[in-house]
């Protein structure tokens, strides 16, 4: 099992117009049979204005699969493309954490 890390950089005062993102974007995801995607805000981080958003997987090969082939109908696909328009304004900067989870 891996656990992606999706960690954005947000600029000052974006962080809850991110985070709503985020959250559609897991309900979304969900309803597209991609796994849930827990969402958090700093409360105390590395940087100020961080949101993260985690989900696990059972191999990376899934995780490839899913980011290149998303399953979903052509509007779940209209609805991700909207939701994703102007993210950029919300973030200076992010990067993906890929961890195994060892159990």
């Known amino acids: 099992m891996y ?3 999706e960690i954005m950089y947000c600029k000052p005062g974006k962080v809850s117009a991110m985070k709503e993102k985020f ?14 995607m827990r969402v958090m805000t700093d409360f105390a981080a590395e940087q100020y204005w961080t949101v993260v958003a985690e989900m696990e997987v059972p191999d990376l090969g899934t995780f490839e699969k899913m980011m290149s082939n998303p399953q979903g109908s052509a509007d779940d696909m209209k609805q991700m493309e909207e939701l994703m328009k102007g993210y950029h304004d919300l973030v200076d900067h992010g990067k993906r954490e890929i961890y195994k989870i060892e159990e």
């Open 3 to 5: 656990l992606i890390r």
């Open 23 to 36: 959250l559609t974007m897991s309900k979304l995801s969900e309803k597209m049979k991609m796994p849930r």
